[in-house]
């Protein structure tokens, strides 16, 4: 018997490194689960690597529109949600006196509006004993260089955890958040540098950690799914950091 039998979970950004373990895990444990992502085709790779007990649906967090549309989709076809991992969001850096508007509106857009309007959307499908589990980051208390913007959005889901516990605790939903530190994904391929610097900086990074070695998106998944699930019952508003102790010692 699984630890999420027949729930409905929707996870964005699902279509690689955290998002897809963490498909891959709710399927494993029983849930039916709503990928969604940008890219069409990395969908449909998703879909075929995990297999049965996961659908696709195509949609940018960083448009409402999509995101209402993703939810109208998924309560109407199952008739509730009862998980959702706002996991989607883009992680590239800028030095500060570099970011432009536009590039400071994508982040926030993306980040956290889309991550924002991802609960809000999904409460009308949302009963007693609903789970929201935020992907923050170690950025939202650390001060890296180069990661105003998108250490700020991380902060922002961390206060929404807070926030959203006040709000939603009364109708038996509970919102925490998952704050991993240096994992390996595609998202390194996408921080303004190449994959051999991105895996260099980790390997840095990831030695100043007492754990001496960076994570896989399974351990991330790991406490996703802790998060998730009736295990966690008594728990709500935290963050949850996953980070071998970079930012705890």
């Given at each position: ?162 926030t959203l516990t006040s709000e939603l605790l009364p109708r038996g939903i509970r919102v925490n958040a998952v704050s991993p530190g ?51 019952s008594f728990i709500s508003g935290i963050e949850v950091v996953a980070d071998g102790g970079l930012s705890q010692v």
């Amino acid at each position: 018997m699984g630890k999420l039998d027949g729930k409905v979970a929707v996870v964005t950004g699902g279509n690689s490194g955290i998002g897809l373990a963490t498909a891959h895990l709710f399927q494993r444990e029983g849930a039916t689960v709503i990928v969604t992502a940008r890219n069409q085709q990395r969908l449909e790779e998703s879909k075929a690597a995990v297999g049965e007990g996961i659908e696709i649906f195509t949609a940018d967090v960083g448009h409402v529109d999509q995101i209402e549309a993703l939810f109208e989709h998924v309560g109407n076809k199952h008739g509730r949600v009862d998980i959702v991992f706002a996991n989607a969001g883009l992680g590239t850096l800028s030095p500060f006196d570099m970011v432009e508007e536009d590039y400071f509106d994508r982040m926030i857009t993306v980040n956290l509006k889309g991550a924002f309007f991802c609960v809000r959307k999904a409460l009308p499908w949302m009963k007693e004993g609903g789970s929201v589990i935020f992907n923050t980051s170690i950025a939202n208390t650390k001060g890296y260089p180069n990661s105003s913007v998108y250490s700020a959005t991380k902060s922002g889901l961390r206060s929404l955890a807070r926030t959203l516990t006040s709000e939603l605790l009364p109708r038996g939903i509970r919102v925490n958040a998952v704050s991993p530190g240096i994992v390996i994904t595609p998202m390194f391929g996408k921080l303004g540098m190449s994959m051999e610097e991105g895996e260099a900086l980790a390997q840095s990074m990831s030695e100043a950690a007492p754990i001496q070695r960076y994570g896989d998106p399974q351990e991330i998944a790991s406490t996703v799914l802790f998060l998730a699930s009736d295990e966690s019952s008594f728990i709500s508003g935290i963050e949850v950091v996953a980070d071998g102790g970079l930012s705890q010692v």
